[in-house]
């Protein structure tokens, strides 16, 4: 902590190796260690402030994904800590509890710094949340759970080249989760929390059971759900994150598997974009005896209440198409809009091609309204602050951006496919 109580972290961007398969070992890219980063973790009403230095040999940025905060603290492409230099962002933590993270996020190479391997997650806690009994022990019964997927070349170094069919950027054939390959863990509680994070550049990973088994989805990208969700399936795009509950038998293994995902694109872009692949994940092994766990309660946090469900008043629209929104591609000196702070707004996004794109807020958690004209599913109905925009089904969502105004730092909303955010499919607002 420094003088004035913050909580004080450090991180270093840095080059590395990591040995991830025999052979020659792989250069990496991340912090601290070479390969991603330290998960951060903060309390609710905390004061943070994050030391970070950049050793690479080239500019990167650090952005705190989903995270509330002044646009100067931001970490998206405004804020570029060159080669040798330091930046020192500070803020108030003032959101539910959830499991955010942190990325570079440097105009028109955020795909590269990501892919070689910096990222890392960011835990909110509220103590007020401790009387829901949910499992909480870091490292024993709640699991961070990284999924990226990688191409590696004959020499066992990441492979870099965007694929020449497909138009998403780099797929990988490889997963990598918490930065290993094919792991583990030893169960030693009746039930186990995942904190699922798409850490991939493009691939949407479709989370499932082995043996048809179900998993309690409790939490999305923004925190709690209202109330638990018992399904087979949880879906992510990049960016996105969820936190499930499995339940496990004494002795058993189950594995947490990466599904063919369910994304309504043309026949092109399913075949050529990992639309067939499914991985192993997790391997979940149940020790002979298990610890007893509560189940998961029936109400788990307040609903969105931004606005009313259904229908009515739209206040902006987003075209996602060809690498653009709404026509056009990011100008680093173009703000393409301004919004009163505190002031809940209606935006509907549309995706009119048949690729794949989602689209991301800064500062802000929203709440989707409706989907194709019809109430939210359950995995929808928390807060979010990415969501998949499926080809032929408007989404609408209320934002509002609540506190901070400053009439010099933007905000950032873009697709979280790497790829396309640096081809430009990004735009920037002000919060006034
Ligand atoms: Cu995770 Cu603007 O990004
Ligand atoms: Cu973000
Ligand atoms: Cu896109």
Redesign the pocket.
């Known amino acids: 902590r420094d003088t004035d109580g913050a909580r004080v972290y450090s991180l270093r961007a840095a080059a590395g190796t990591r040995r991830f398969k025999p052979g020659r070992p792989t250069r990496t890219w991340g912090f601290d260690n070479g390969h991603l980063g330290p998960t951060l973790r903060a309390m609710r009403g905390e004061t943070v402030r994050i030391d970070v230095r950049n050793t690479l040999r080239e500019t990167t940025t650090v952005?705190w994904?989903?995270m509330h905060l002044p646009a100067r603290m931001d970490g998206?492409p405004h804020q570029p800590i060159p080669p040798g230099g330091a930046w020192s962002p500070t803020w108030r933590i003032d959101q539910p509890a959830t499991t955010l993270?942190y990325?570079p996020?440097p105009h028109g190479a955020?795909a590269r710094h990501v892919y070689r391997g910096m990222a890392g997650l960011f835990i909110i806690d509220d103590p007020a949340d401790r009387r829901l009994g949910l499992p909480a022990r870091y490292g024993v019964d709640d699991i961070p759970v990284i999924v990226q997927d990688r191409k590696f070349d004959g020499d066992n170094q990441f492979d870099e080249s965007r694929p020449l069919i497909g138009g998403v950027g780099l797929i990988g054939d490889t997963l990598l989760v918490n930065g290993t390959i094919g792991p583990y863990h030893d169960v030693t509680t009746e039930r186990v929390r995942l904190r699922l994070l798409n850490a991939s550049n493009a691939r949407t990973h479709r989370f499932a059971l082995s043996a048809g088994r179900t998993f309690t989805l409790i939490g999305t990208d923004g925190g709690l759900l209202p109330e638990p969700y018992e399904t087979h399936t949880v879906q992510l795009t990049p960016?996105e994150r969820a936190e499930v509950v499995v339940r496990l038998r004494p002795g058993e293994r189950i594995v947490l598997r990466s599904m063919p995902p369910d994304l309504n694109v043309n026949f092109w872009n399913s075949r050529f974009e990992g639309g067939d692949d499914a991985f192993d994940v997790l391997e979940l092994r149940a020790a002979p005896r298990l610890a007893p766990s509560a189940a998961p309660p029936a109400a788990l946090a307040p609903p969105p209440r931004l606005a009313p469900f259904g229908p009515g008043r739209v206040d902006r629209r987003f075209k996602l198409s060809g690498h653009k929104i709404n026509e056009r591609r990011m100008g680093m000196d173009r703000i393409d809009f301004r919004i009163d702070r505190d002031r809940t707004e209606i935006w509907e996004l549309r995706n009119t091609n048949g690729t794949p794109h989602t689209f991301?807020v800064?500062d802000t958690q929203f709440q989707v309204l409706s989907v194709n004209g019809a109430a939210p599913p359950p995995e929808l109905r928390g807060w979010k602050d990415?969501v998949y925009a499926r080809p032929g089904a408007p989404i609408r969502i209320a934002v509002r951006f609540r506190g901070y105004a400053d009439p010099n730092h933007p905000y950032?909303?873009?697709c979280?496919l790497l790829y396309h955010?640096d081809q430009g499919m990004?735009g920037q607002f002000l919060v006034t």
């Open positions: 952005h994904h989903g998206g993270w990325h996020h955020t960016g991301h800064h990415t950032m909303y873009h979280h955010e990004m």
